[in-house]
């Protein structure tokens, strides 16, 4: 499986990114999908995930209610629309997914928030 992310850049407090993953699967809609991030010197971190069947979500606390995240399955695409950024949402962002034990990871995107 290869993930490609795309979408991040720098904005400031209180902007939106909407950040895109796309995979190169042939069932892209029987994959449970994450997004990670990993600010510097930190630990890699949950964000969000979206089930394969039912579109479920979870989500880490220090998102909830301003990071959605979103599933297109004919465009094999998962999404992570972030709103009401801070500071510390700054992080290499990453999307993750596990099939048949084999973990697979984008190269990530750089979000930077700052004015």
């Known amino acids: 499986v290869q993930l490609v992310e795309s979408g991040g850049g720098l904005v400031q407090p209180g902007g939106s990114l909407r950040l895109s993953c796309a995979a190169s699967?042939?069932?892209?809609?029987?994959?449970?999908m994450s997004w990670y991030r990993q600010a510097p010197g930190k630990e890699r971190e949950l964000v969000a995930v979206?089930?394969?069947?039912?579109?479920?979500?979870i989500y880490a606390d220090s998102v909830k209610g301003r990071f959605t995240i979103s599933r297109d399955n004919a465009k094999k695409t998962v999404y992570l629309q972030m709103n009401s950024l801070k500071p510390e949402d700054t992080a290499v962002y990453y999307c993750?997914?596990?099939?048949?034990?084999?973990?697979?990871w984008g190269q990530g995107t750089q979000v930077t928030v700052s004015s």
């Open positions: 979206i089930t394969s069947v039912g579109g479920s979500t």
């Open positions: 993750k997914t596990i099939n048949k034990g084999v973990t697979s």
């Open positions: 699967v042939f069932s892209f809609r029987s994959y449970d």
